[in-house]
């Protein structure tokens, strides 16, 4: 499965974007997804993932409450609404797919497909 990211960008404290990732192949309705994101000097985290049916998903504690993370199979894409953003929340945000029947969806060395990141910058 391959995977791209879009929707990042400059945003104001507080405000909102929404991120897609398109996802070809046909396989993609029976992964589980997740986002990810990398902050300059920091590890890649685990910030939200949402199973192959959509009905259970997690999230990281510094962003529970905040952002969202939906699918919709039909159209092969993962979103991420991202709301009440802080500057701490810049980072280049990624993509990811599990591998087919992983174990579990909330741990990262599950996700062996990524897709090009996108930029988001909070100013404060």
């Known amino acids: 499965v391959q995977l791209q990211a879009s929707g990042g960008g400059l945003v104001q404290a507080g405000g909102s974007l929404r991120l897609s990732c398109a996802a070809s192949?046909?396989?993609?309705?029976?992964?589980?997804m997740g986002w990810f994101r990398q902050a300059p000097g920091k590890e890649r985290e685990l910030l939200a993932a949402?199973?192959?049916?959509?009905?259970?998903?997690h999230y990281a504690n510094s962003v529970k409450g905040r952002f969202t993370i939906s699918r919709d199979n039909a159209k092969n894409t993962v979103y991420l609404q991202m709301n009440s953003l802080k500057p701490e929340d810049t980072a280049v945000y990624y993509c990811?797919?599990?591998?087919?029947?992983?174990?579990?969806?909330?741990?990262?060395?599950?996700?062996?497909?990524w897709g090009r990141g996108t930029l988001v910058t909070v100013s404060s």
């Open positions: 990811a797919a599990d591998r087919l029947l992983s174990g579990d969806y909330t741990q990262m060395n599950e996700y062996v497909y």
């Open positions: 192949g046909r396989t993609f309705s029976s992964h589980a």
């Open positions: 949402i199973t192959w049916s959509g009905g259970s998903t």
